[in-house]
């Protein structure tokens, strides 16, 4: 196993090559009808990068997208002008993508002679710790990169046999591109240094380091970028990343066996499997590292027989490295280990295993090697339904998160999300239960307070989700959101100067963050500031200058403020954002009425009622004009749709009343002038619309 040509494995011909394509399409084929699970919104791309204008942004401006891999994002910019938001064809590219990468793989370990080349590609396509990285859209990133990390290597090695610049050039150019989709991709010199060292016995200087210098200044550079934008832009900061040195190589032991024993043992497999309790005090937890260390020995002291097993162990090890704690991961927050992040390292294992069944079978009795392929058949088929299976995991957001929690329930994360999928069905009881779940296990969990106090709320108990806005704060003071949503809540039962004071902090805190600058227009309308309320709305225009609530919003802070003629512009402006914005129809009457233009102002309460026949304020303002024009049986008809919606409307049982008396019919103007003085009496005085 030192690089001598062997037969192929099964007698495969180079033609079957084109079956990998149709294997992994047939394994992966529950995937093509999955949707989009949990931050594939945040890769798909977003409505403010799909110009040309957000092209340059994914790669000129770090935080247009979430992780600075602006090479993927540009293919997703690509993929969403073919489909647009359809999960399908991005879910095919990965599977082809996936099945490439396998081609691959074949292709370099026939240049390398290394036998079982198919094998280890078909293990490759069908074994289930690939599935995550294929079935979830956002991976990409790992399909993607590890393609092209892939296609720098075969191009290399070309480069290594033929000493041609421009071999070198063009791998280098595929190992840029790769690192432009996912810092993983950092590990390939390391891993062509390992290969060099397997073929030759030893490592020459100028023919293998030095071509690699450049290869290796460039992947260290990527990956601390990368790693700086974990901590700055992602949040891969605090309590929950600061391990001490022991502790990170406590975490790398165990996670090292962890990937190795779910390539031999892919049972149990998760999305979010449970994050372990590290510490430098419990003595059994050293002998993950300690065995790690030992076994590496072994093989070291073995490499004279056969550098082959170090290899593989060296090349799994190293394509880890990024991923084993020793570099902030924001996922470390649920979890220290993902099957997604040994997706390129899962490589060696599947060589190194392919090759020595390879060089096992030739050796073996007839009947033996028999049962042997037989074995290798069965395990194959039974990867291959156990990939089926796992697909469908990632079928619907629902599906997603309930197959986290059947096999960890105390993944928080999934409780949480899967509460806002519940909430938004309307399932209010469900998602407070899941939501309650995600804060007992995490006590200091900001985002599953924030949500079960918006989902308390919803439920009208605003006491108590005040309560859990608090806690939130308390674990992160910073949050906008929050104190957003706080101010919400407390002005929702009255506490209008604490509702101030949280959307004048969300506003400090976040400077481009609309909702505070509309809530707090709004209190302050309702509170008849109406100088305060033009700031605020004013405020969030700058911030969203077609945003139709701001500019009508303005139109009655400007109306209230005795402006008419100048909210008559803005609630313009809120009509061209939104032409069905029936409230801004309304005003707009409203307005025009104040200025005397009541032939225009019906036209515009009539716009109203066509967007929305549910507005007693543009029913009650039509009765109005039309009362004024004398044309009293129309305006009876809307004064009585006005008190269908609002029973308790003084004002239009008093004008229902006027219009029957100038009809002559004095009887039963006078039952509906009682009625409306009985409704101010028990209402205090009307304030008309």
């Given at each position: 196993?030192?690089?001598?040509?062997?037969?192929?494995?099964?007698?495969?011909?180079?033609?079957?090559?084109?079956?990998?394509?149709?294997?992994?399409?047939?394994?992966?084929?529950?995937?093509?009808?999955?949707?989009?699970?949990?931050?594939?919104?945040?890769?798909?791309?977003?409505?403010?990068?799909?110009?040309?204008?957000?092209?340059?942004?994914?790669?000129?401006?770090?935080?247009?997208?979430?992780?600075?891999?602006?090479?993927?994002?540009?293919?997703?910019?690509?993929?969403?002008?073919?489909?647009?938001?359809?999960?399908?064809?991005?879910?095919?590219?990965?599977?082809?993508?996936?099945?490439?990468?396998?081609?691959?793989?074949?292709?370099?370990?026939?240049?390398?002679?290394?036998?079982?080349?198919?094998?280890?590609?078909?293990?490759?396509?069908?074994h289930p710790v690939c599935v995550e990285s294929v079935a979830w859209v956002s991976e990409a990133?790992?399909?993607?990169?590890?393609?092209?990390?892939?296609?720098?290597?075969?191009?290399?090695?070309?480069?290594?046999?033929?000493?041609?610049?421009?071999?070198?050039?063009?791998?280098?150019?595929?190992?840029?591109?790769?690192?432009?989709?996912?810092?993983?991709?950092?590990?390939?010199?390391?891993?062509?240094?390992?290969?060099?060292?397997?073929?030759?016995?030893?490592?020459?200087?100028?023919?293998?380091?030095?071509?690699?210098?450049?290869?290796?200044?460039?992947?260290?550079?990527?990956?601390?970028?990368?790693?700086?934008?974990?901590?700055?832009?992602?949040?891969?900061?605090?309590?929950?990343?600061?391990?001490?040195?022991?502790?990170?190589?406590?975490?790398?032991?165990?996670?090292?066996?962890?990937?190795?024993?779910k390539l031999v043992w892919p049972v149990g497999i998760n999305f979010i499997y449970p994050r372990?309790?590290?510490?430098?005090?419990?003595?059994?937890?050293?002998?993950?590292?300690?065995?790690?260390?030992?076994?590496?020995?072994?093989?070291?002291?073995?490499?004279?027989?056969?550098?082959?097993?170090?290899?593989?162990?060296?090349?799994?090890?190293?394509?880890?490295?990024?991923?084993?704690?020793?570099?902030?991961?924001?996922?470390?927050?649920?979890?220290?280990?993902?099957?997604?992040?040994?997706?390129?390292?899962?490589?060696?294992?599947?060589?190194?295993?392919?090759?020595?069944?390879?060089?096992?079978?030739?050796?073996?009795?007839?009947?033996?090697?028999?049962?042997?392929?037989?074995?290798?058949?069965?395990?194959?088929?039974?990867?291959?339904?156990?990939?089926?299976?796992?697909?469908?995991?990632?079928?619907?957001?629902?599906?997603?998160?309930?197959?986290?929690?059947?096999?960890?329930?105390?993944?928080?994360?999934?409780?949480?999300?899967?509460?806002?999928?519940?909430?938004?069905?309307?399932?209010?009881?469900?998602?407070?239960?899941?939501?309650?779940?995600?804060?007992?296990?995490?006590?200091?969990?900001?985002?599953?307070?924030?949500?079960?106090?918006?989902?308390?709320?919803?439920?009208?108990?605003?006491?108590?989700?005040?309560?859990?806005?608090?806690?939130?704060?308390?674990?992160?003071?910073?949050?906008?959101?929050?104190?957003?949503?706080?101010?919400?809540?407390?002005?929702?039962?009255?506490?209008?100067?604490?509702?101030?004071?949280?959307?004048?902090?969300?506003?400090?805190?976040?400077?481009?963050?609309?909702?505070?600058?509309?809530?707090?227009?709004?209190?302050?309308?309702?509170?008849?500031?109406?100088?305060?309320?033009?700031?605020?709305?004013?405020?969030?225009?700058?911030?969203?200058?077609?945003?139709?609530?701001?500019?009508?919003?303005?139109?009655?802070?400007?109306?209230?403020?005795?402006?008419?003629?100048?909210?008559?512009?803005?609630?313009?402006?809120?009509?061209?954002?939104?032409?069905?914005?029936?409230?801004?129809?309304?005003?707009?009457?409203?307005?025009?009425?104040?200025?005397?233009?009541?032939?225009?102002?019906?036209?515009?309460?009539?716009?109203?009622?066509?967007?929305?026949?549910?507005?007693?304020?543009?029913?009650?303002?039509?009765?109005?004009?039309?009362?004024?024009?004398?044309?009293?049986?129309?305006?009876?008809?809307?004064?009585?749709?006005?008190?269908?919606?609002?029973?308790?409307?003084?004002?239009?049982?008093?004008?229902?009343?006027?219009?029957?008396?100038?009809?002559?019919?004095?009887g039963e103007a006078q039952i509906h002038l009682d009625n409306g003085a009985r409704l101010q009496?028990?209402?205090?005085?009307?304030?008309?619309?």
């Open positions: 196993m030192n690089g001598q040509p062997q037969r192929q494995l099964f007698g495969t011909p180079p033609w079957q090559v084109a079956g990998f394509a149709a294997a992994a399409l047939l394994v992966y084929l529950p995937a093509l009808g999955c949707g989009f699970v949990w931050n594939d919104p945040d890769y798909v791309t977003a409505p403010a990068l799909r110009s040309l204008h957000g092209l340059w942004l994914i790669w000129f401006k770090l935080g247009a997208t979430q992780q600075y891999y602006p090479l993927l994002h540009s293919a997703f910019w690509v993929e969403h002008r073919l489909w647009g938001d359809s999960p399908l064809g991005y879910h095919l590219v990965n599977v082809l993508l996936h099945a490439g990468s396998a081609t691959l793989l074949w292709l370099i370990l026939r240049r390398l002679a290394i036998p079982g080349a198919w094998l280890a590609a078909l293990l490759f396509i069908v990133k790992n399909t993607f990169s590890t393609f092209l990390y892939l296609a720098a290597a075969l191009t290399y090695l070309r480069f290594d046999e033929r000493r041609r610049p421009a071999d070198y050039l063009l791998a280098l150019a595929l190992f840029a591109m790769a690192l432009l989709c996912k810092t993983v991709a950092a590990t390939l010199p390391g891993a062509l240094l390992v290969v060099f060292w397997w073929r030759r016995g030893r490592l020459d200087w100028s023919r293998d380091v030095a071509p690699m210098l450049p290869w290796l200044a460039v992947g260290a550079a990527s990956g601390l970028f990368s790693a700086w934008i974990e901590r700055t832009y992602i949040g891969a900061i605090g309590n929950d990343f600061s391990l001490g040195g022991m502790a990170r190589v406590l975490v790398a032991g165990r996670a090292v066996w962890f990937y190795l024993g372990w309790h590290v510490s430098t005090a419990d003595a059994a937890q050293y002998a993950y590292p300690a065995a790690a260390a030992l076994f590496t020995l072994g093989l070291f002291l073995a490499r004279r027989r056969s550098r082959a097993p170090l290899a593989a162990w060296l090349f799994f090890v190293g394509s880890l490295f990024p991923t084993l704690g020793f570099l902030n991961v924001f996922a470390f927050l649920f979890s220290y280990v993902a099957d997604h992040w040994q997706y390129l390292a899962s490589i060696g294992v599947f060589t190194f295993t392919a090759a020595a069944l390879a060089v096992a079978l030739p050796r073996a009795p007839a009947t033996a090697r028999r049962a042997l392929q037989a074995l290798v058949a069965v395990v194959l088929g039974l990867l291959a339904a156990m990939s089926w299976r796992e697909c469908g995991t990632f079928r619907d957001l629902k599906t997603f998160y309930g197959t986290i929690l059947e096999r960890n329930p105390d993944a928080f994360m999934a409780h949480n999300n899967l509460g806002i999928e519940l909430k938004l069905e309307g399932r209010l009881d469900e998602a407070i239960a899941h939501y309650r779940e995600a804060v007992r296990i995490r006590p200091d969990y900001a985002e599953g307070h924030s949500n079960l106090g918006l989902a308390l709320c919803a439920k009208g108990r605003d006491e108590e989700g005040i309560g859990h806005y608090r806690m939130a704060l308390r674990s992160e003071p910073g949050n906008a959101v929050v104190h957003n949503n706080l101010g919400v809540a407390l002005a929702h039962i009255g506490r209008m100067p604490e509702a101030i004071e949280q959307y004048q902090l969300a506003a400090r805190l976040d400077p481009g963050y609309l909702d505070p600058a509309l809530n707090l227009g709004f209190i302050c309308l309702r509170l008849g500031q109406f100088s305060e309320a033009i700031a605020s709305y004013e405020r969030a225009i700058r911030l969203r200058p077609d945003n139709a609530s701001a500019e009508n919003g303005l139109g009655l802070a400007l109306a209230g403020a005795g402006r008419p003629a100048d909210a008559v512009e803005h609630y313009q402006m809120a009509l061209k954002a939104n032409p069905a914005y029936a409230e801004a129809h309304c005003n707009l009457g409203a307005a025009l009425g104040a200025l005397g233009r009541y032939d225009l102002a019906e036209k515009e309460f009539e716009a109203a009622l066509k967007a929305d026949d549910r507005l007693p304020d543009a029913h009650f303002n039509l009765g109005l004009i039309m009362e004024a024009g004398r044309r009293f049986p129309e305006a009876i008809v809307q004064f009585e749709a006005t008190l269908r919606l609002r029973p308790d409307f003084a004002d239009a049982e008093m004008q229902w009343g006027s219009a029957l008396q100038s009809m002559g019919r004095p009496s028990n209402h205090g005085a009307p304030t008309a619309p």
